[in-house]
């Protein structure tokens, strides 16, 4: 068995609408995204099947991009979401929904093919995407990335300046280092019946400002953040501790499903909350 992903790109426009509330409603809703705006989109699917042992490919990639091809751009590149797609009439064309609306279509074709379609990641800008999946406790989530930039120490106070040396390196500088950070908070749940979103976003942006970024960005973790204190600033620590500090602050009815916090190109944590003894 094996998996293989595959990309395609569209571009298309759309407006966050409800036909039910007046211009004021939806401004108020939906503020800049209630005005007709466009997107460069780009979606990924990932599909597990057999390696065929003639050519040594699980799925020509050729066909899946017929695929592609024939269920996400022929419908949508170049197109009015809120006008030229009848399926998605009266629906307001969030992330959520062209989820919702692609995954049967495109999980048919592919277990026509005898194989089967693990997920797709739908990308509305690099930070900013849904993933798909079709069994498991989260099978839609919505992961919004965030950017901070902080100092800290790696030290553990009860041990010795040479034991510090050994275990964090030039991490363990008296006089600190820095990162820019990269932050995904990925929030799962049922989307609203009557919008098609997981959560509304501003909201969500409110709760990540205020319960975390404001703490951290441009700080020093070692000294400037409260929930910090006595906690060694490891990329693992920090992504358990911005758990237990954001989780019940999402904006309901959504909860929290995954943060992954990139440290550098080269590493990164990721916590989903399942063992609060990690």
Not at 28 to 33: Q, S, T, V
Not at 97 to 107: G, I, M
Not at 189 to 210: F, H, I, K, R, S
Not at 213 to 235: E, Q
Request: net charge negative; glycine share 6%; proline share 6%.
């Amino acid at each position: 068995m094996a998996r293989i992903t595959r990309k395609t790109r569209f571009c298309a426009a759309h407006a966050f609408w409800l036909d039910g509330a007046d211009d004021a409603e939806n401004r108020r809703r939906f503020g800049l995204a209630a005005r007709r705006h466009g997107h460069n989109y780009e979606l990924e699917a990932a599909i597990d099947g057999p390696i065929d042992p003639q050519t040594g490919m699980a799925m020509n990639l050729r066909d899946l991009k017929a695929i592609l091809d024939e269920v996400v751009r022929a419908p949508l590149d170049f197109a009015d979401l809120n006008a030229d797609v009848p399926a998605l009439a009266g629906r307001l064309p969030s992330l959520e929904t062209l989820a919702d609306f692609l995954w049967p279509a495109l999980a048919q074709r592919v277990s026509a093919a005898g194989l089967t379609l693990a997920w797709i990641r739908l990308y509305e800008s690099e930070d900013l995407f849904v993933e798909r999946h079709p069994h498991s406790a989260a099978a839609l989530t919505l992961h919004r990335r965030y950017d901070f930039c902080a100092s800290h120490r790696l030290y553990n106070p009860s041990l010795s300046e040479a034991e510090n040396a050994r275990i964090f390196g030039k991490c363990a500088n008296p006089n600190g280092h820095g990162h820019n950070y990269e932050l995904t908070v990925a929030i799962a749940g049922e989307p609203d019946p009557q919008t098609g979103l997981l959560t509304d976003l501003p909201a969500l942006d409110d709760a990540v400002g205020e319960t975390l970024l404001r703490w951290v960005d441009h700080k020093d973790l070692n000294r400037d953040a409260p929930f910090l204190s006595g906690v060694i600033p490891t990329a693992e620590n920090l992504v358990v501790a911005f758990w237990r500090q954001l989780a019940p602050q999402i904006p309901p009815p959504a909860r929290l499903a995954r943060l992954r916090l990139l440290e550098t190109r080269n590493n990164f944590a990721e916590y989903a909350g399942e063992d609060e003894s990690v």
